[in-house]
Each structure stands twice: as C-alpha cells, then as structure tokens.
C-alpha cells in the first residue's frame, strides 16, 4: 500500500544532509511551509543552497533559516524588502551568496528540471547585466539566453489538501511554486492543512499528480478568516 | 503649468485601458491604476504570483494571507477569476499573452531601453522580480514616472546611465507632465498637461521630442 503521509515534520525532514539544495515554496507568507521550515532549523543541516522567490520576510520561516547562519547561497528574484533585514545583514557581511534570476527565469529554470529540459532561451534579460557571460543566440526576429535547469535535492512545499498517494490541491495564490517545485526535487516534502481518504479528491481539480510527491505532513491550519 | 499628482497619472493611464485587456501592474505608482479604471469596461489584471481576474483590496478584517498581489497586499478574485502556477503566469507573460504591463521606471531612453530594477550602487541589494520578463513580454508596456527626477533632471535620456531592464521595449511614457509614444524614429508627444508649451517640455526634456499633430 502507497502510503506517503509521515508523522511528523521532524520525521520527513529527518535525512536532509549538510550541503543540500532545498526548494522552499512562497511568495511571501503565501504558501510558505513555516512548520516544515522550523522542522529544518532544528535538524540542523548546514550549508544549505536555498530556492525562493524572496530571501525571507520578519524573523520567521525562510528568514529564521538565514538568521540559524544555515544558508550558504540562494537563487531569488526578489531578495530587498522592507522586512528582509536578516538576508540583508547576511548578503552585507559576506557569508551568503546570493544569485539573482528573473522571476520568470527562476520559474522556468524549475520548471526545466522537473520536466527533463536540458536548457532553454528565453528572451528575458538579453542586453541587461543578469545576462552577462551566457550563452545567446537569434532566433527569428528575436534575441535569446541560454539559462540551464534548477534541480533540487528537496523541496518544502505547503499545499492546502491531500490524500495518501500525494496528490495535492492548493488554495487561492498560495499554489504559486508549488507545483514546479515538487517536480524538479528528488525529494518533494509537503505540509498540508487536510488529509483526505483516496477519492475524496475530485481528479478533475488535483493540481499536482502524486507521482511528484515523496512525503505529506499535515499541520494544523491556523484560524483562518474568510476570503 | 499643473504637474499630475499620482493619483491623476494614474487615472490618465487608466483611461487608455480598452475593454477586455489584460494588464499586469507593477508595484508601485502602476498598482494605484487599479483604482481609476473606468466602471464598465471589463479589464483583467494579472499578478505574477499567480492570478488573473485581481479585484480590489478586501474590507478591513476579510484579508486572507493565501490571496495577496505581486507586492504581497491582500487582495480579492473577480467573479470568473483564475488561479495557476508560477511557470504558467511566466508563459502569460514572457509568451506574449498580456496586452498590457504597466511598470515604473528610473530612466526611459529615447530608443525605449528601460532602467527601473537597480540603481547600480555599489550598497544596493539588486532585486529584479518579475520586471525583466514584463518588459520583454507583454504586448505594450507603458511606463509611469514623474518626468524630472528631485534635481531637476529629465528621467527621459539618450542613453540610460542606470542598468537596463530591457532594450527598446518601452511603447509609451505616461509622466507628470506628458503622454509620450516611443517610435522607431523617435518620441512623439501625444499629450501635455494643462498650460505647458511644447517648446518647455522641450526644455526639461532634454531629448528631442517630435510634435503630434492633434497634441495640444
């Protein structure tokens, strides 16, 4: 019997080694997987490689991770807010590498992986700085670069609903990375806020296949208000 | 001479908006466009992070943390709104799907090169987003800014000294003081602010502009 739920965060994060390349779903608080992030903060692994949009917001979820001094570099679009004091102390003293990806490019570059693309053009960036040094070529009537793959070996995703065999729903624009992120990972890990039995999701609307999904944790859903 | 405050650049954009556009907003002065779309027409905003059909900002105490916009405030789904992943609003995007992006800008060149992501200062933190693949991506992009920067300088230039965003993209100018379209054969003023001559906007401008016709 597929049987992907675990008992705990701890649990499905229990095998992370030093040196990993971690996906964290999000885009801001929305989707971000908090309980599984604080589960990697106490695991302890170290020299992380993270992949977010941000690089953290306040002094919670991916934020406490670069606060733990756990992070060694991370691939982002969008790394300077207001709240982003933490990254911003870490990327100024020099002890984390930061590289920049156009939102696009980083959704793609994701995608890329999980879909077994080797590479790919795209016109985004061409003639800008975030294109130096790569690869271009004309094609048609339009400019390209050359951008290649993220692979990860884990991703941490936050999904609202799944059943045992991984298949996942997502709520509202929570679904942001989610899906992408659980297919360029070897090791998907995902907190939802409800387990289901096998059929009580409609397949017409499960969002991503179970196939993509290694580990389920459900996490109690803070109070939520009304949309 | 009356220089447009935010909220009347914003209406003056909104007005250009036709029927059945979807349109991307950039963070900033672009999102207040949101407010003065003319009542009557549908229009479609997309947000990065994974909407289309983006309604307005929710009644104080209704906000839910899993629908926000691209500048991560809370905001509602239209009735017939949509949600997807990040891969598929960049195919919106960067597949030429979006009629629309209105973004902010540090410089706009007279070529339509576009510098609005990073001062290039050697303290900043670069932050992009999404605003490489807007430029490149959508149909039309339409910059908002105030013409002049605080010193006085016009933020319309020959060669944009900040970092690009994107190479001869901008199709239209929306400032403070004039509607300007970019062309391949230069910048044509579409409209001026109430009690500004051409030749002054000349004069702060700095660039050659061209004259339409039916500009006033």
Redesign the interface.
């Given at each position: 019997m597929i049987n992907k739920f675990v008992a705990s965060p701890e649990a499905a994060l229990a095998d992370v080694p030093d040196g990993a390349t971690v996906m964290i779903h999000g885009f801001g608080n929305a989707g971000m997987p908090s309980a599984l992030i604080n589960a990697l903060i106490a695991q302890g692994a170290r020299e992380l490689t993270i992949v977010n949009n941000n690089a953290g917001n306040a002094d919670t979820g991916l934020a406490a991770l670069i606060a733990a001094k756990r992070v060694r570099k991370i691939l982002c679009s969008f790394p300077r807010q207001a709240d982003s004091w933490h990254f911003d102390k870490a990327y100024r003293a020099g002890e984390i590498e930061l590289e920049l990806v156009p939102q696009g490019t980083l959704a793609e570059r994701i995608r890329a992986a999980g879909a077994g693309i080797g590479a790919f053009f795209t016109p985004t960036a061409y003639g800008t700085k975030l294109a130096e040094g790569k690869e271009t070529r004309r094609i048609g009537e339009r400019d390209y670069v050359l951008e290649y793959p993220i692979h990860a070996d884990y991703a941490l995703i936050k999904a609202d609903r799944a059943d045992r065999w991984g298949n996942l729903t997502y709520r509202m624009s929570a679904r942001n990375f989610g899906p992408i992120m659980a297919a360029a990972a070897k090791i998907s890990v995902v907190q939802v806020s409800e387990t289901v039995e096998l059929g009580e999701l409609d397949p017409e609307h499960v969002v991503t296949p179970g196939i993509f999904v290694k580990r389920v944790v459900r996490v109690a859903a803070p109070v939520r208000k009304a949309a | 001479m009356k220089k447009l405050d935010r909220k009347q650049m914003a209406a003056r954009v909104a007005r250009d908006i036709p029927e059945g556009a979807y349109v991307n907003l950039g963070i900033g002065l672009p999102t207040m466009v949101a407010d003065f779309l003319p009542k009557g027409r549908e229009i479609i905003l997309h947000?990065?992070?994974?909407?289309l059909g983006v309604g307005p900002k929710?009644a104080p105490?209704?906000?839910?943390?899993?629908?926000?916009n691209a500048g991560?405030e809370p905001v509602?789904?239209l009735t017939g709104g949509a949600?997807?992943?990040?891969?598929d609003?960049?195919a919106m995007?960067?597949g030429r799907h979006l009629d629309f992006a209105i973004l902010g800008a540090f410089q706009v060149s007279v070529a339509g090169d576009l510098a609005n992501w990073?001062t290039g200062g050697a303290?900043a933190?670069?932050?992009?987003?999404?605003?490489?693949?807007l430029a490149?991506?959508a149909k039309k992009v339409l910059v908002m800014m105030e013409h002049l920067t605080k010193n006085g300088e016009s933020k319309i230039v020959e060669r944009c000294t900040y970092?690009?965003?994107?190479?001869r993209c901008v199709d239209r100018i929306y400032t403070d003081l004039a509607v300007i379209d970019v062309k391949p054969d230069g910048l044509h003023v579409v409209d001026m602010v109430e009690g500004l001559d051409f030749q002054e906007l000349q004069r702060l401008s700095g660039v050659p502009l061209k004259r339409l016709a039916s500009a006033a």
């Open positions: - | 947000s990065e992070n994974g909407i929710p105490g209704m906000e839910d943390e899993d629908l926000m991560k509602t789904l949600y997807f992943h990040h891969a609003s960049f995007i960067r990073h303290d933190i670069p932050a992009v987003g999404g605003a490489m693949d490149v991506g970092p690009l965003t994107g190479a």
